[in-house]
């Protein structure tokens, strides 16, 4: 890892959930502290397993690392900080305000934003206050996923050039306005992660194409904040060893295709590659070896399971979803496990059935567009949601509603709360809301959703809404009827997608809990690309198949009432013969 | 020069462009403010969320919270006399309370007690 010859004060890492960068970033802070340095490594997932990782319990601040003289750990947990904030903000008021307004208060306190916001204060003071760390020679961050993080990363842009340009003082700026104050500590957190001097921007990814056009995007975007020291590793790289093994020769050609075609904007960056461990890297010893040359391969062990006993695949879940004739189905689950293929796969295979079908995609390379429409598909139509387009539209249609009757400066208001950062996220929810609607008659497959979390809100968001206007109209129909329907397990199907492994999993149990609480039950589990009923003979690669096992076990035990096993295919699954793949039972695809 | 405080309910901005549907009468308010402020006028408006202490000093709105809870808001209070309740006014009765002379242009006003992005929109 060269970024480790030369590196800068703030490591900081990024990537898709299950790409591996809290091992990087643990593996980083472990090697900085060998060498005598003092390192904080600091987690700002909600999900954090970094506890997990170095095998300590850690707190939400710098906690000494036993085994490692050097490296101290903490978690920043964004709701203990999102609570402290509206404490911070409501708890004066206490006895001082009536009860009725201090609830008011809590409420408009508990949306998303302030969630974001009080993460991101807790994140600047570290970044942007070089006091809070003076103590420590590296501050390693090992980020929550990209999505999540490049918000952000982009806010303190967003709400410094805000406050810079609002003239009014009446903008959109929401809980923020509680720490204008602070806004000098942010300025100097952009500053931070634009000084190639002090950070460097460490970029995750796995050697897959949609990983690799994911972290395209996310270098793109910090480029254009300004942050430049950017560095790849390519992490999971494996190079068979075993000719005769067929799935292991045909997993090392599409890691090295990947690997060629990548877009580039990476292939520009200085880059590490990090072979595919055998198993999940957890404690320190094997933390020390990341990156090193190595590894001796004890005797893989046997897998504990015959074949018969996995999980069916997604056919066996087509009956069930064909059976009501409409509705939507939505692949739910973090970036890189597969949603897309996985809503591609159950879209075609609805269309194959005869039905009407509608799969709308916000995958932005617009990839399974593509291949299906080539191959056209009766029945079948493919949709896109597009975030910027959205936000255009969204605002042009407010612009000529509600903005209609307004004079020049009244629209220049209304134009400058709409560049607000709230304006994409209802933009999106508004035409998630539409594709939904659309369930009604046919069916609509969907890569995507919001989370629970936002439904939940969402849901408040509504009654408060009913109660202050008593005049339900004014909200769209789709929107109206959205939770209804979303919570109709006759009109709407999650699947949660994962990967078999330790962070997509205990992420998307966290994802099951959000959807629960907005009284959403999944309907199925997806566990893709698996090893483990596969016929390989490799040794690291039996090894994974053995890492797996525990992880389908719990996922079947504990997380789902019915799990569809996908496994790990040869060729990319793209167009219709690859999705159609995807469907076929895990039994035909073993040699 | 006339003093104009509007104290309003919790929410996030004051046009109301984060909420699931934007209200027009809360866009036009902002803009009528705007214009009250263009002429001269000493406007101040108060969010609960972002200004409580703004609420909790000033007797008239303790009292009105008190008695009638947060459904009073918005309250227009001019030079220190409440004249509005529960509603966003019109351009007409802010000129008018002001004295404020308006030219004769004018699209039909709409009062409405419509609110915008309060409670947990999830936006702001």
């Known amino acids: ?114 969630l974001e916001i009080a993460a991101f204060d807790e994140f600047a003071k570290l970044l942007g206050d070089k006091q809070a760390t003076s103590q420590f020679d590296h501050v390693v961050f090992d980020t929550a996923p990209t999505g999540h993080t490049l918000r952000l990363l982009t806010l303190p842009s967003a709400w410094t050039g805000y406050i810079d340009n609002n003239t009014t003082g009446t903008s959109c700026l929401g809980p923020l306005a509680g720490l204008q104050a602070q806004t000098l500590i942010y300025k100097q957190t952009v500053a931070a992660l634009a000084d190639a001097d002090c ?11 949609s990983a690799f056009r994911e972290a395209a995007r996310t270098s793109r975007e910090l480029q254009e904040l300004g942050v430049h020291n950017q560095h790849l590793i390519v992490n999971g790289v494996f190079k068979s060893q075993t000719p005769t093994d067929e799935i292991a020769t045909a997993m090392s050609r599409r890691g090295d295709e990947a690997v060629a075609a990548m877009p580039a904007e990476l292939a520009g960056l200085e880059r590490s590659t990090v072979p595919l461990a055998c198993s999940g890297l957890m404690g320190v010893d094997s933390l020390r070896r990341v990156g090193q040359t190595e590894t001796s391969h004890s005797p893989a062990p046997l897998a504990t ?4 006993d996995f999980p069916a695949g997604l056919d066996s879940l087509m009956d069930e979803l064909a059976a009501v ?62 975030p910027a387009q959205e936000t255009a539209d969204y605002t042009a249609e407010v612009m000529q509603t509600a903005g209609k009757d307004l004079d020049a400066e009244g629209k220049a208001l209304l134009e400058e709360d709409l560049r607000s950062p709230c304006t994409e996220e209802i933009a999106v929810f508004r035409a998630f809301a539409r594709a939904v609607s659309e369930g009604a008659n046919r069916f609509v497959v969907l890569d995507t959703a919001p989370t629970g979390h936002t439904i939940l809100l969402l849901d408040s968001a509504l009654a408060y809404h009913r109660e202050v206007t008593r005049q ?82 719990e996922v079947e035990s504990t997380l789902a009432t019915r799990v569809a096993l996908v496994p790990w295919q040869n060729e990319p699954p793209t167009g219709l013969a690859g999705l159609r793949r995807i469907i076929s039972a895990p039994s035909s695809l073993t040699h | 020069m006339t003093k104009v405080q509007i104290y309003d309910k919790a929410m996030c901005c004051s046009t109301g462009v984060c909420g699931p549907q934007v209200d027009p009468a809360l866009a036009k308010f902002a803009a009528d403010l705007d214009w009250l402020k263009s002429q001269g006028h000493d406007v101040a408006r108060f969010n609960l969320a972002q200004a409580p202490a703004e609420f909790a000093s000033n007797a008239h709105v303790q009292k009105m919270l008190a008695e009638e809870g947060v459904e009073c ?42 609110g915008c992005c309060g409670g947990n929109s999830g936006c702001c």
């Not at chain 1, 399971?305 to 018969?308: F, G, N, T, W």
């Not at chain 1, 879209?347 to 567009?369: I, M, N, Q, Y």
């Open chain 1, 472 to 553: 339900a109209s004014q909200i769209p129909e789709s929107v109206e009827k959205l939770l209804p329907r979303l919570r109709d397990p006759d009109f709407t199907r999650v699947l949660v997608v994962t990967l078999p492994e330790a962070t997509p999993v205990h992420e998307a149990a966290r994802l099951q809990q959000d959807l629960r609480r907005a009284e959403i039950e999944p309907f199925a589990w997806v566990i893709n690309q698996s090893l483990a009923p596969l016929d390989v003979t490799d040794p690291t690669l039996r090894q994974r198949q053995h890492h797996e096992l525990p992880f389908i076990q």
């Open chain 1, 1 to 114: 890892m060269q970024f480790l010859n030369h590196p800068t004060r703030n490591l900081f890492f990024t990537g898709k959930g299950g790409v591996g960068k809290t091992s990087m970033a643990c593996a980083s802070a472990v090697q900085l502290a060998d060498r005598g340095l003092r390192v904080l490594l600091v987690s700002t997932d909600p999900a954090s397993n970094l506890d997990e990782v170095l095998g300590t319990p850690l707190a939400g601040e710098p906690t000494p690392i036993e085994s490692v003289p050097n490296l101290f750990a903490m978690n920043l947990d964004p709701e203990v900080a999102a609570h402290e904030y509206r404490e911070r903000m409501v708890g004066p008021y206490r006895g001082v305000l009536p009860d009725a307004a201090v609830r008011s208060m809590e409420e408009q306190f508990s949306g998303s934003c302030t």
């Open chain 1, 325 to 386: 004739g409409h509705g939507v189905i939505l692949a739910m689950g973090k970036g890189g496990v597969g949603k897309t293929t996985v809503a591609a796969a159950v879209a075609v295979a609805l269309a194959e059935r005869g039905f009407d079908v509608h799969l709308s995609t916000t995958d932005p390379a617009a990839h399974v567009s593509a291949t299906i429409a080539a191959d056209e598909l009766a029945g079948l139509s493919v949709g896109r949601i597009d």
């Open chain 1, 199 to 209: 950070t460097t921007l460490v970029l995750v990814t796995r050697p897959e194409p």
């Open chain 1, 305 to 308: 399971r015959s074949h018969a």
């Open chain 2, 73 to 114: 808001l918005p309250l227009v209070i001019v030079d220190d006399r409440v004249v509005s309740r529960s509603e966003y006014p019109s351009r007409e009765n802010l000129a008018m309370w002001t004295g404020t002379v308006m030219k004769p242009k004018a699209t039909l006003p709409m009062a409405s007690d419509s």
